[in-house]
């Protein structure tokens, strides 16, 4: 590698000198410091034997002041476990799933678990590798996000891992424990609103022909038991494809938008599209709520800062992540993992629905 001239660097100063470092604590410091055995420090850390609660804060207090970091890789060997996780997404552009990320390795951080994070495509072979790569990884469980296909499900379970589904269950084995959202819920809160502000004429942007999944389906099924409630029915050409992402709700509500009697009010299966559907309104040259209400599902944070703030069916990721987090616990430490029932989205009303004007 040839530098720029007049750059010199010397990769000796780079380094630390070895006098310079600060030796690692261990238990035999402490111990030292605290005037007790190294037995009783790792009782005190390990939270087993008797130790006089005197002991105890001593012990702490050293292990405060020389700031002891325990060995993890020595702890994992002993347990015969690594203390990682596998967590799989569909990918982190969809805000949800970055979300989903941030609130898993937070609260898995605070129970002692680091995770990997794989993004699985619609490509059976580049998914197959990755998860492959997860066991070579030698992780303790797998945390799945998203719905998986088929053949996907078979390497996961060739892995002999504790596995725990999220969000939605679609072709998970039987045995598998989860922890669900009802979705259904979440479509018809989403036309209940909708309706109850005036609206008739109503578009859905969703993600269709995902190759088995129902996790958009229950949405829109949803959404049309609120219709039928009021004698109405969704008009099949007022559905569209989203592809689950904001540049497709952007093409899909620009098709809605552009028919001849569009509809005054869309709701799209996750805020992503919803997003996109706002940025074609604004393109057309609709205002927002006046000429055009708009719904999401998920209530990612981007949905309170968009112009106007959208109005959302909220899913309560960390209660569900919670949830999941403690199940795989379970699963990993040969407990029962019981799933509970799927819990219940909630309607969050902001700026971008109103009543209809036409």
Same mark, same amino acid.
């Given at each position: 590698?040839?530098?720029?001239?007049?750059?010199?660097?010397?990769?000796?100063?780079?380094?630390?000198?070895?006098?310079?470092?600060?030796?690692?604590?261990?238990?035999?410091?402490?111990?030292?410091?605290?005037?007790?055995?190294?037995?009783?420090?790792?009782?005190?850390?390990?939270?087993?034997?008797?130790?006089?609660?005197?002991?105890?804060?001593?012990?702490?207090?050293?292990?405060?002041?020389?700031?002891?970091?325990?060995?993890?890789?020595?702890?994992?060997?002993?347990?015969?476990?690594?203390?990682?996780?596998?967590?799989?997404?569909?990918?982190?552009?969809?805000?949800?799933?970055?979300?989903?990320?941030?609130?898993? @390795?937070?609260?898995?951080? /605070?129970?002692?678990?680091? %995770?990997?994070?794989?993004?699985? $495509? !619609?490509?059976?072979?580049? &998914? #197959?590798?990755?998860?492959?790569?997860?066991?070579?990884?030698?992780?303790?469980?797998?945390?799945?996000?998203?719905?998986?296909?088929?053949?996907?499900?078979?390497?996961?379970?060739?892995?002999?891992?504790?596995?725990?589904?999220?969000?939605? @269950?679609?072709?998970?084995? /039987?045995?598998?424990?989860? %922890?669900?959202?009802?979705?259904? $819920? !979440?479509?018809?809160?989403? &036309? #209940?609103?909708?309706?109850?502000?005036?609206?008739?004429?109503?578009?859905?942007?969703?993600?269709?022909?995902?190759?088995?999944?129902?996790?958009?389906?229950?949405?829109?099924?949803?959404?049309?038991n609120a219709l039928s409630q009021h004698g109405l029915s969704l008009d099949p050409?007022?559905?569209?494809?989203?592809?689950?992402?904001?540049?497709?709700?952007?093409?899909?509500?620009?098709?809605?938008?552009?028919?001849?009697?569009?509809?005054?009010?869309?709701?799209?299966?996750?805020?992503?599209?919803?997003?996109?559907?706002?940025?074609?309104?604004?393109?057309?040259?609709?205002?927002?709520?006046?000429?055009?209400?708009?719904?999401?599902?998920?209530?990612?944070?981007?949905?309170?800062?968009?112009?106007?703030?959208?109005?959302?069916?909220?899913?309560?990721?960390?209660?569900?992540?919670?949830?999941?987090?403690?199940?795989?616990?379970?699963?990993?430490?040969?407990?029962?993992?019981?799933?509970?029932?799927?819990?219940?989205?909630?309607?969050?009303?902001?700026?971008?629905?109103?009543?209809?004007?036409?």
């Amino acid at each position: 590698m040839c530098w720029p001239s007049g750059l010199s660097i010397n990769f000796v100063s780079l380094a630390l000198n070895k006098d310079q470092r600060r030796p690692m604590t261990t238990i035999y410091d402490i111990a030292k410091a605290a005037g007790v055995t190294a037995t009783t420090v790792s009782n005190v850390l390990s939270g087993k034997g008797s130790v006089s609660a005197t002991t105890r804060a001593r012990v702490l207090k050293y292990v405060r002041e020389l700031e002891y970091q325990p060995n993890l890789i020595a702890r994992s060997l002993i347990k015969g476990r690594t203390g990682v996780i596998g967590l799989i997404l569909s990918g982190v552009d969809n805000p949800f799933y970055a979300e989903t990320t941030t609130i898993v @390795e937070r609260l898995a951080y /605070a129970v002692g678990l680091r %995770v990997f994070t794989t993004t699985l $495509s !619609g490509d059976d072979q580049v &998914g #197959q590798k990755m998860l492959k790569d997860l066991i070579l990884r030698q992780v303790d469980g797998i945390l799945i996000t998203t719905w998986t296909e088929k053949q996907i499900m078979h390497v996961i379970a060739a892995m002999q891992l504790p596995v725990v589904h999220c969000f939605w @269950e679609d072709d998970k084995p /039987a045995s598998t424990p989860y %922890v669900a959202i009802d979705l259904e $819920s !979440g479509g018809l809160l989403a &036309g #209940q609103h909708l309706l109850s502000l005036g609206h008739r004429h109503l578009g859905v942007i969703t993600h269709l022909n995902r190759d088995g999944s129902s996790a958009h389906e229950q949405r829109v099924a949803g959404f049309q038991n609120a219709l039928s409630q009021h004698g109405l029915s969704l008009d099949p050409i007022l559905l569209q494809d989203g592809r689950s992402s904001m540049e497709g709700g952007k093409t899909a509500a620009h098709k809605l938008l552009t028919q001849p009697n569009p509809p005054t009010a869309i709701f799209a299966t996750n805020d992503a599209m919803a997003i996109g559907a706002m940025a074609a309104a604004w393109e057309l040259g609709l205002q927002i709520p006046r000429d055009l209400s708009i719904i999401g599902l998920d209530d990612v944070t981007l949905a309170k800062y968009v112009v106007p703030p959208l109005t959302t069916v909220a899913i309560d990721k960390e209660a569900i992540l919670s949830h999941a987090i403690k199940l795989l616990l379970d699963a990993i430490n040969g407990q029962e993992a019981v799933s509970p029932p799927p819990l219940s989205p909630t309607l969050v009303i902001r700026g971008s629905t109103g009543p209809c004007l036409q």
